[in-house]
């Protein structure tokens, strides 16, 4: 069992930066996807186990970036250039060690064992 907490989100206005943090009770690959009202959950962003690989979505490719600190056991995603249609809740997720998988279950949200509660991003024009 791994427990999440996500936090840092809140109010922005559009071209402004955001730092989103996700603190985990253990090691794990984790990832970033993100649900606007009336929208399905979608992928942002993934990084792995060790912290060497990260993926992203096309949407923030350039803009957001995912880091992770095996020490503290947790994980950022700095949130740059803005834009309305990045509001939404944020939510931190993990999964279990597997090794020998592809790269693309990284970008797959059925392969995320844990979920944090979720932390609201709002970007205004």
């Known amino acids: 069992q791994v427990q999440l907490v996500e936090s840092g989100g809140g109010l922005v206005q559009a071209g402004g930066s955001v730092r989103l943090s996700c603190a985990a009770s253990?090691?794990?690959?984790m990832a970033w996807f993100r649900q606007a009202p009336g929208k399905e959950r979608e992928f942002v962003a993934a990084?792995?186990?060790?912290?060497?690989?990260?993926y992203y979505a096309d949407s923030v490719k350039g803009r957001f970036t995912i880091s992770k600190d095996n020490v503290q056991n947790t994980v950022y995603l700095q949130m740059n250039s803005l834009k309305p249609e990045d509001t939404a809740v944020y939510y931190c997720a993990a999964r279990k060690v597997q090794l020998g998988l592809s790269s693309l279950t990284y970008y797959m949200e059925r392969t995320y064992d844990y979920w944090g509660q979720g932390t609201q991003v709002t970007v205004s024009s």
């Open positions: 253990g090691r794990s690959a």
């Open positions: 990084v792995n186990l060790s912290g060497s690989q990260t």
